[in-house]
């Protein structure tokens, strides 16, 4: 049995115990290098002294102390006396036998855990995405033409040289189907929010899968049935399981795989913004494969616009899943080692009341 002590001190996160009265009650050893200070130092003094978080976290923090709930607060930035801010997920949790102790895990934010801010993602995919959308338009009509001088062409010629014009088509084609994923971004409208059953949105997508591009996969459902509804525009958020589909079922091959669709409510899910607005996204939605996993070199980018790791990838799909749940304030996720990926959607849920658009 290991005890608790070297746990304790092997912990590769930095972490805090806070007492009832918000000091610091202990400091593991990657805590004390966070704080660039020695434990000693610092046990006993106010917890917010020692670490600046920029948001406000009184509220929800009391709030789960007092009802002895976890909290999990995303991209803030967390500095010290003697650092600069680090982007940061903090963990909370009460300290389990020690009433009003609070437990607190400082993870620096990982790379492939992505969240799609409203700013920086969208800025760095809006310029490329303009640039291309631009692009796309101006490209279209040309090959267009292309096509066609290449069809009438294949009417008067031998059967050797028709191989080539083929080529042309097959290839411009080819071309058309990228543009057409480009001009998506720009044909994305605001979302129109409503209440949405996402098991209905998730059977649709699974349905239509089955009948196409995941006809070799098996997909399994594992929902909770009172899951409330969800909110946001129904055909978007059918896009963004779809793409994620599709994507399980191509990291599969040809032999297929399986994917898991899992819901579950995690009501203290909340998204905190760094100029302290945020909402609670207690809906929570995995698209879980059993494939390969995600490359190791564009693990930290797939996000990204035009990054793919497959030969005819575009790598539009996850770039346009990341707008869709930006525009829905939401927050994606993905977790891979191979043989299990994990893409996780945290959605708001429906106002209670129509026009009580708030929690
Ligand atoms: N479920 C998954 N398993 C393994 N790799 C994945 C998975 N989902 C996405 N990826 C990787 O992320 C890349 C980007 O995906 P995406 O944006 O949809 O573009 P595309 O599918 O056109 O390549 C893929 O090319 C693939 O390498
Ligand atoms: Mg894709």
Redesign the pocket.
Known sequence: MISDQVIWASLPVPAFIIDPEDRIADVNSSGEGFLNASRKSVVGHPVWDQIAVDAPLEEAFTRAREQGTPLFVNDVDVGSGNRAPLQCALQIAPLLGHPGSMIMIVSPRELASRMTRGNTVKSAAQSAIGMAEMLAHEIKNPLAGITGAAQLLSMNIGPQDLELTDLIVAESRRIVKLLEQVEQFGNLSRPEFKPVNIHDVLDRARRSALLGFGADMTIVEDYDPSLPLAYGDPDQLLQVVL??L???S??AGPEGGTIRLHTYFEHSFRLRRSDGSGHSLPLQIEII?D?????ED?RGD??DPF????EN???????L?SKIVSDHDGWIT?E?VPGR?V?RLSLRRAPREAGQDKE
């Open positions: 793409n994620l599709k994507n399980a191509e990291a494969d494939g390969p996993g995600l490359p564009i797939i996000f990054v793919s790791g497959k990838g575009t790598g539009l799909g996850l770039a899943v993905a891979s990926t893409f």
